[in-house]
């Protein structure tokens, strides 16, 4: 590098679009997001089950394959709609886990370092910050919810007879609308609970806390009440029932359908004003 | 010079407090002092015309753009440099400023190309692939200034910059200032409540008291001003130097310590007075320009404005 003579020029050319400054951020924050090897560790080991779907799939229509092992007759595992959505189970799991490093270190450390003020100072607006931020997480649980089960489902779609793509189209949908839900859900209140305690650590104990408080409290009410509706409190119960609804799985969560998207989306709305509330420029003192 | 910060009655209410009332004044200087003291709402103008806030009444424009309505063209056409600290964690000095140009508008690469210049402008070229977390105050102070350069802004806004700086670290801030100020393409926001910054690089001035503007100033005019009042000592001759000085056309006043104040007119100097004092048989033992103007605009807005 040279040395440069100082300059203090204005930048004349056209300025980039608004899509591309929103894009600034998750490439930025991307290499961030890996920069610790538990998260590295953790979406590679998030591709051990779709990997083994796949596989599995594979070997149900190549029988020859498994000549001289004990599924020398066929693998007894039917790949319907439950398979896919016990599928989407597994994958929340690691999803959750990826959240718990990821989440809470895209926005506390903007807060506790003051740079809102540098982002917000600039043509992007908060909308767009979280957008940007957001698409870090989306990104990163897409690669292992939508992305690898469509894949085995493309897979057993390219495999199997014209009438099983007849019967499952549904699942294709169903597999979208479910992870769409939980990365929205997942990214939106590990931001929010981020940006509500400013503390990476904190933020990943609160994350644990709140899948487990609103539980036994809900657990507690429908023990005095008498009543099932106590588990819409409890977020893995209403994410089971989605999931039930969606692929049939057999979950018994006791709850409505509705009241169990109205739980998660309930959530992810609150997560979205405490987002508005406390991602500002400045706080102002009242 | 064409004005390029309007104020026509702005208010700005934060919570239950009116932080800024009915500030109305049009500045046109290349170098805007604001000055006043703590809380007397420096910040929240600056913060209320990067949008941040939303003014309760009135209105404002800046670079010919309404803070309100074309905030986002505002947010383009400003850096900002924050009072307090402020960095990205967990990347380079290099690639915060890029990143910050970026989402200022700048294409990638001419965004990497301005962050290195605008590191190496700022003294920081050498540490500029070290991570911000590790500089100290004074680098820190400078790596905000260079994120505000880096997009080249018209406008730049420096909240307190000299903030938390060593006497060496503040002159380079200051000289880093002034650099911006003379290369004429930026106009300088200069917010701060050292009488001594806003005086070393700025032309004109707006001092706030509890929210209200106590004056508005070109400090380039008194300068200007100033250069005509001269302090003078003058020793021996007939006694009638100030008769003689008089003639030169100017307004001659008895001062302390037998010193005269004068009122020079256009087209005399020093060169002049000099002049009339070797005629005059007289030695001139003081003769000085009057100084601490802005010190004294300043105790005159804060006993009498607000």
Redesign the interface.
């Known amino acids: ?1 040279t ?2 003579t ?8 056209t ?2 679009s608004t899509l591309t ?1 929103l894009l ?2 998750p490439r ?1 924050a991307w ?2 997001a890996f ?1 610790g090897k538990l998260v590295t560790g953790a979406f590679t080991s998030a591709f051990l089950v779709p990997a083994g779907a796949l596989v599995l799939v594979w070997l149900k229509h190549n029988i020859a394959a498994l000549v001289n092992t004990p599924f020398a007759g066929g693998i007894p595992l039917p790949i319907d709609a439950q398979f896919f959505g016990w599928l989407l189970v597994a994958q929340s799991y690691f999803a959750f886990a990826l959240t718990l490093f990821v989440g809470p270190s895209l926005v506390s ?2 807060l ?4 809102l ?8 607006s908060r909308w767009q910050y979280v957008l940007g931020k957001l698409l870090v997480l989306a990104a990163l649980l897409s690669a292992i919810t939508w992305v690898p089960l469509l894949l085995v489902f493309v897979l057993q779609a390219s495999l199997a007879e014209s009438a099983w793509i007849a019967g499952h189209a549904g699942i294709a949908a169903s597999i979208l609308l479910g992870s769409l839900l939980l990365v929205v859900f997942l990214s939106l209140v590990s931001m929010a609970v981020s940006a509500w305690v400013r503390n990476r650590a904190v933020a990943r104990g609160l994350l644990i806390g709140l899948g487990v408080v609103p539980a036994v409290f809900g657990q507690a009410l429908n023990e005095m009440l008498d009543v099932e509706w106590g588990g819409v409190l409890n977020v893995g119960l209403a994410w089971g029932r989605v999931l039930e609804g969606l692929f049939g799985i057999p979950v018994r969560a006791g709850i409505p359908l509705g009241g169990a998207w109205a739980s998660l989306l309930t959530a992810t709305v609150l997560a979205l004003l405490l987002l508005r509330r406390k991602l ?3 706080e ?3 | 010079m064409t004005a390029f910060l309007e104020l026509d009655g702005l208010s700005v209410r ?4 009116d932080v800024l009332r009915d500030l109305t004044g049009t500045l046109a200087g290349r170098a805007i002092g604001l000055l006043g003291p703590n809380g007397a709402g420096k910040t929240t103008l600056l ?1 209320t015309l ?1 949008g ?2 939303r003014p309760s009444s009135g209105a404002a424009r800046l670079a010919g753009f309404d803070v309100v309505r074309e905030s ?2 505002v ?2 056409a ?1 850096g ?1 440099m ?1 009072e ?8 380079s000095g290099v ?1 915060t400023v890029a ?2 140009a ?6 990638r690469a ?1 965004a990497l190309e ?1 962050a ?2 605008a590191l ?2 700022v003294g920081l ?1 050498e540490v500029r692939y070290r991570n911000l ?1 590790t500089y100290s105050l004074g680098m820190k102070q400078l790596a ?1 200034l260079a ?1 505000a ?1 880096a ?4 406008v730049l ?1 420096l909240d307190e910059p000299t903030n938390g700086l060593d006497p060496p670290a503040r002159q380079r801030m200051i000289r880093l200032i002034k ?2 100020r003379e ?1 004429g ?2 106009r300088v926001v200069l917010s701060s409540h050292l009488l001594r910054d806003v005086e070393e690089c700025c032309d004109e001035v707006l001092i706030l008291k509890d929210g209200r503007i106590a004056a508005l100033c070109d400090l380039e005019a008194e300068r200007r001003a100033n250069r005509r009042l001269v302090e003078l000592e003058a020793v021996g001759g007939n006694g009638d130097f100030a008769g003689a000085l008089a003639g030169l056309g100017c307004a001659v006043a008895p001062g302390i310590r037998r010193r005269l104040k004068v009122v020079l007119p256009d087209g005399v100097g020093p060169r002049e007075l000099y002049r009339l004092a070797g005629e005059s048989g007289v030695q001139l033992r003081h003769l000085a320009y009057q100084r601490d103007s802005l010190e004294e605009i300043f105790q005159r807005a804060m006993e009498n404005g607000g």
């Open positions: 590098m040395v440069r100082r300059r203090f020029r204005p930048f004349e050319g300025p980039t400054r600034v951020l930025y290499k961030e920069a450390p903007d506790v370092n003051g740079a003020p540098l982002y917000f100072s600039r043509p992007i500002k420029a400045f102002v003192v009242r | 934060l919570g239950r407090r913060h990067l941040f806030f986002r063209e947010r383009r400003v900002y924050p307090n600290d402020a960095f990205v964690a967990g990347i690639r990143m910050f970026e989402l200022s508008g700048l294409p001419e301005r290195h210049e190496f402008s070229g977390e905000k994120q350069i997009h080249g802004p018209r806004f650099e911006i290369a393409e930026i």
